[in-house]
T-cell receptor, first 112, second 112 residues
């Protein structure tokens, strides 16, 4: 069964600093990979998805993620953090039955 | 375009009481999902519908949970009777294709 591991349940960065949220997946076949963001009391919003095209995927709000097969990673980055980026971020992978499996999430805190 | 609509947004009940959640997906989305999100966790799939048919209900606790999607549009998720451990956020999502899901804001259930 596929699974997703997000390293760090909480990450704090200063405003203007680089954001790096880590995600590793387990998959025996090329997967579809996703990053979702969840603001307080809201549902999940798709940031970006990897579907076996370009390995560097650009998403909304200045986020991007790079698929690295050799490392089974799909880390999320943003060059310069903004206060509005404070939220919970979920990495997810789709399995062979088209089911999406979510990680446990990483809460991103932005320090002024 | 309207997003996924869920109601109620919040529900507080005593244990052993019944409760129902309603979801209206995005128009034209044939696939509908119900997820449960426990505090500090990612969403976990309860049931997936393709039109009126439940194609994956393997994670639905069938002794107390039931769901329906009459006419292949709106859906309801019911718990009877509710237990303390059912306290969670129940998310509905819809999809035009299996690898891109749009989430509603969720219903936060508290069982006392």
């Amino acid at each position: 069964a596929q699974s997703v591991t997000q390293l760090g349940s909480h990450v704090s960065v200063s405003e203007g600093a680089l954001v790096l949220l880590r995600c590793n997946y387990s998959s025996s076949v090329p997967p579809y990979l996703f990053w979702y963001v969840q603001y307080p009391n809201q549902g999940l919003q798709l940031l970006l998805k990897y579907t076996s095209a370009a390995t560097l995927v650009k998403g909304i709000n200045g986020f991007e993620a790079e698929f690295k097969k050799s490392e089974t990673s799909f880390h999320l980055t943003k060059p310069s953090a903004h206060m509005s980026d404070a939220a919970e971020y979920f990495c997810a992978v789709s399995d062979e039955n088209d089911k999406i499996i979510f990680g446990k999430g990483t809460r991103l805190h932005i320090l002024p | 375009e309207a997003g996924v609509v869920q109601s109620p947004r919040y529900k507080i009940i005593e244990k052993k009481q019944p409760v129902a959640f309603w979801c209206n997906p995005i128009s034209g989305h044939n696939t509908l999902y119900w997820y449960r999100q426990n505090l500090g966790q990612g969403p976990e799939l309860l049931i997936r519908y393709e039109n009126e048919e439940a194609v994956d209900d393997s994670q639905l606790p069938k002794d107390r949970f039931s769901a329906e999607r009459l006419k292949g549009v709106d859906s309801t998720l019911k718990i009877q009777p509710a237990e303390l451990g059912d306290s969670a956020v129940y998310l509905c999502a819809s999809s035009p294709s299996y690898n891109e899901q749009f989430f509603g804001p969720g219903t936060r259930l508290t069982v006392l």
